[in-house]
């Protein structure tokens, strides 16, 4: 995507690998540094074949992590500077349920990180909010912070501000080969570059990318169903357009967690989806599923008929997303072990597009060798035993 009047150059102060929201947001900080930056991509853009596009997000400031919850000011406060440098609006305050047992201690941890003592019961909660029905016993914990992140527009306008910035975009080009050294040379279908400097946050296919640099990363690709669902009688759930977001936490039917929120690309239909998914090739994901192959419909379905009773108990409508997960679910965020001036960002999916202003920051300030923003131990790619050394 580089402009007509832009020379073909061959030589960057940096690259970066993958122009998702994290490899996009990596490259802003990178440009706002006056680092002469390429950005690569693989597919033309836009494109949903990786795990950034559709037009919604939650973001909230509950975590159970403290380190998560430590990084959510930050990530607020940056975007509302994309916000305030694009002139577009990027969020929508609406507020989010957290659900679960009393006591759960995630649940509790959210709260705590939240800094309120007050939780809500079944009766307080249906009142406050008609369309939710919790089991006896179970309470809710208010996030009056969360909302919806409008997620198509806000990878546009972090693109939009590195390219006004001076970087470069190449779109409809696909990585090759990565040559490591202390200049790295990066061939792909369209051309030859070389940096000092290289970051690689290439979603489901860092795993592969990271192979060729002798790293074998516990990087798991899944398949997710994102479904969508129709009010019984449109307006009466409140729910579809105006209500707030939500998740659980500690359910047994659900163990992995269940995530909602008013939908905005299908006016009158609320998006819930479960937060896991089947094993798959990113190469392979939009081949044809069987029903029997889809158990995450039938755990959505009990769980909505049970807790969001104005909606329909089948979806109106799915689409498929990419996830790629560690196995403790936290996000990598390092220099590789051999190559220190190689820094990869991976496993962000399923709660990294709210905190990708701030985890550009990170793998920038990693790749300049600057003191890092945030305490980087619970990311470090050394917590995975015997990742290095596989692919020699």
Request: a neutral charge; proline letters at 7%.
């Amino acid at each position: 995507m580089a402009a007509p009047s832009q020379p073909q150059k061959s030589t960057y102060d940096v690259i970066v690998i993958g122009a998702g929201i994290q490899g996009s947001f990596t490259a802003y900080h990178l440009a706002q540094r006056r680092k002469d930056t390429l950005l690569l991509e693989q597919f033309l853009l836009p494109h949903s074949r990786g795990s950034s596009h559709g037009q919604s997000r939650i973001i909230r400031s509950a975590y159970p992590q403290e380190y998560y919850s430590r990084m959510m000011p930050d990530s607020f406060r940056l975007w509302q500077q994309l916000e305030a440098e694009t002139g577009t609006t990027l969020y929508r305050q609406t507020g989010l349920v957290v659900l679960g047992p009393p006591g759960e201690p995630e649940l509790e941890a959210c709260r705590r990180s939240l800094g309120v003592d007050e939780v809500l019961d079944a009766a307080a909660l249906a009142q406050r909010f008609p369309g939710f029905r919790l089991q006896a016993g179970q309470v809710a914990v208010w996030d009056s912070t969360a909302g919806v992140l409008f997620a198509d527009r806000a990878l546009r306008a972090v693109q939009e501000v590195f390219r006004r910035h001076g970087g470069t975009l190449r779109d409809g080009e696909k990585v090759l080969r990565i040559e490591p050294g202390a200049t790295v040379t990066v061939t792909t279908t369209a051309g030859v570059y070389k940096a000092p400097r290289l970051i690689i946050t290439a979603g489901a296919w860092t795993g592969a990318f990271v192979e060729q640099l002798g790293l074998r990363l516990p990087l798991q690709p899944l398949r997710i169903d994102v479904c969508y669902w129709r009010e019984k009688q449109p307006g009466s759930a409140g729910l579809a357009s105006v209500g707030p977001c939500f998740l659980t936490l500690g359910l047994s039917q659900a163990p992995h967690g269940i995530y909602g929120l008013p939908s905005i690309e299908y006016p009158g239909l609320m998006k819930v989806c479960h937060h896991h998914g089947s094993p798959t090739d990113p190469e392979k994901r939009d081949q044809a599923v069987s029903s029997a192959a889809r158990p995450d419909i039938a755990v959505l379905s009990s769980f909505i008929s049970s807790y969001l009773p104005g909606l329909e108990t089948q979806p109106a409508l799915m689409e498929t997303c990419l996830y790629t997960n560690t196995p403790d679910e936290d996000f990598i965020l390092d220099r590789h072990p051999k190559f220190s001036n190689i820094v990869i960002g991976a496993g962000f999916s399923g709660h990294g597009f709210k905190l990708a202003p701030m985890v550009g920051k990170l793998l920038c300030e990693l790749s300049l060798g600057e003191e890092p923003s945030h305490n980087m131990a619970h990311f470090a790619i050394t917590r995975f035993p015997g990742v290095l050394g596989a692919a020699q």
